[in-house]
């Protein structure tokens, strides 16, 4: 089956410019999680859908950061505006079940803001 | 507020046995540990998981102490390919669902 899937691969852009992120998930697995590692840092949970729902948004952080998962398949996750803070990487991962062991990964995407 | 400390680098002969650290002195009963490697330009991938005993599976052993302030993976016969970086994680559980805290990971190099 195919894995994770997330593009672009790498992104560069202005401060202030507005970048969407987007990750196609394996197909059926209701579950889909963004998690982030800005530079020098841990990679740190972003947010968490069940199908088309936000389960858990806690780790967002702030509202310059908008994901959504029309239809329960893809994701996109929206920064605007981008600010110098938010360069790194920003994984995404999808699951059958909510069950970490069965985690998958994509590449993610190397945000870089300039 | 970091839940996992991690040496930053190691290295491991070709062969031998790779024996990663981790502390995780705050974790709570209910917290698993969970470990992921990520080798260059790809994502995370599952290795192992544990609660309080350990465990084995056909990648890893996984030795958690009593007292669950500190686990160690090990990779019984290290190969060249093992070579990445190897993320010891505390899995939240929360009313909403899970949760990843990883650590900083150790960069390990399987030398020739």
């Known amino acids: 089956e195919a894995g994770v899937t997330q593009f672009p691969s790498h992104s560069v852009i202005e401060k202030g410019q507005t970048v969407t992120l987007r990750c196609d998930p394996i197909?059926?697995?209701?579950?889909l999680y963004w998690y982030r590692r800005v530079m020098g840092k841990e990679i740190k949970f972003l947010l968490h859908f069940v199908k088309e729902s936000k389960q858990d948004e806690s780790g967002m952080p702030n509202n310059r950061f908008l994901a959504e998962r029309t239809g329960g398949t893809y994701s996109t996750l929206k920064v605007q505006p981008a600010e110098l803070e938010d360069s790194g990487v920003y994984f995404c991962a999808s699951s059958r079940w909510d069950r970490p062991y069965g985690y998958t990964f994509g590449s993610g995407t190397r945000l870089t803001v300039v | 507020d970091a839940k996992t400390t991690q040496p930053t680098s190691m290295d491991c002969a070709e062969g031998r046995a790779a024996n990663l650290p981790c502390n995780h002195s705050t974790i709570s009963g209910n917290e698993y540990v969970y470990w992921y490697r990520q080798i260059h330009s790809q994502g995370p991938q599952y290795i192992i998981h544990g609660l309080k005993n350990n465990e084995t599976n056909e990648m890893a052993s996984l030795i958690i102490t009593e007292d669950r302030k500190s686990s160690t993976l090990i990779l019984p016969h290290a190969t060249l390919r093992d070579t990445a970086v190897y993320y010891c994680i505390v899995r939240l559980r929360t009313n909403t669902g899970n949760q990843f805290y990883f650590g900083t990971g150790t960069s390990l190099t399987v030398i020739p």
């Open positions: 197909s059926g697995h209701d579950n």
